[in-house]
T-cell receptor, first 115, second 110 residues
Framework: GNSVTQMEGPVTLSEEAFLTINCTYT??????LFWYVQYPGEGLQLLLK?????DKGSNKGFEATYRKETTSFHLEKGSVQVSDSAVYFC??????????????FGKGTKLSVKP | SQTIHQWPATLVQPVGSPLSLECTVE??????LYWYRQAAGRGLQLLFY??????ISSEVPQNLSASRPQDRQFILSSKKLLLSDSGFYLC?????????FGSGTRLTVV
């Protein structure tokens, strides 16, 4: 079935380090791909998305490129900040018919950035 | 833009007790509504979704039920909680503008 496999955490980095969180997916058709972020005590927020192959989503210094050939959507940031500490979820949607349109999530990766 | 109110933020309940988690949505009408759960070590799993008042679909067999008595109200319930019901519960809304999530409820069944 359709699924998302996400790098296990937790990930601990020093400020200004380079971040990569791996995400691969299994899906029929052409799903849309998302990264969501959950800051402590808050709900999930959309960080970035890509709707077709080779699209690059970007926001707040984070980037992810939709790679159909490797079925991947890895999240990267060149220089993390303490304020980036959160849980990051990779997700896909759009592979179902009908109107339910739910998201399929990875397990989440907890990122801690130390000053 | 839409806003989701979900409460409580944390809840500790004994085994066998009932459960009611409520989610209300503002700023949209006729959205699709979802309940997700994240158990320890697992991803966010879809439990229920609703495309309209009184319309509930269940994704997995379980000890829980859902109801949608009003367009912007979605309730997750159980008559008797099990230890395995512990987890993080998220309500979500989808309309033409995309998805919005509540802040979640951390449920611990003891």
């Amino acid at each position: 079935g359709n699924s998302v496999t996400q790098m296990e955490g937790p990930v601990t980095l020093s400020e200004e380090a380079f971040l990569t969180i791996n995400c691969t997916y299994t899906a029929t058709g052409y799903p849309s791909l998302f990264w969501y972020v959950q800051y402590p005590g808050e709900g999930l927020q959309l960080l970035l998305k890509a709707t077709k192959a080779d699209d690059k989503g970007s926001n707040k210094g984070f980037e992810a490129t939709y790679r159909k050939e490797t079925t991947s959507f890895h999240l990267e940031k060149g220089s993390v900040q303490v304020s980036d500490s959160a849980v990051y979820f990779c997700a896909l949607s759009g592979v179902y018919g009908g109107s339910q349109g739910n998201l399929i999530f990875g397990k989440g990766t907890k990122l801690s950035v130390k000053p | 833009s839409q806003t989701i109110h979900q409460w409580p933020a944390t809840l500790v309940q004994p085994v066998g007790s009932p459960l009611s988690l409520e989610c209300t949505v503002e700023g949209t009408s006729n959205p699709n509504l979802y309940w997700y759960r994240q158990a320890a070590g697992r991803g966010l799993q879809l439990l229920f979704y609703s495309v309209g008042i009184g319309q509930i679909s269940s994704e997995v067999p379980q000890n829980l039920s859902a109801s949608r008595p009003q367009d912007r109200q979605f309730i997750l319930s159980s008559k008797k909680l099990l230890l395995s019901d512990s987890g993080f519960y998220l309500c979500a809304c989808r309309d033409n503008y995309g998805y919005t999530f509540g802040s979640g409820t951390r449920l611990t069944v003891v």
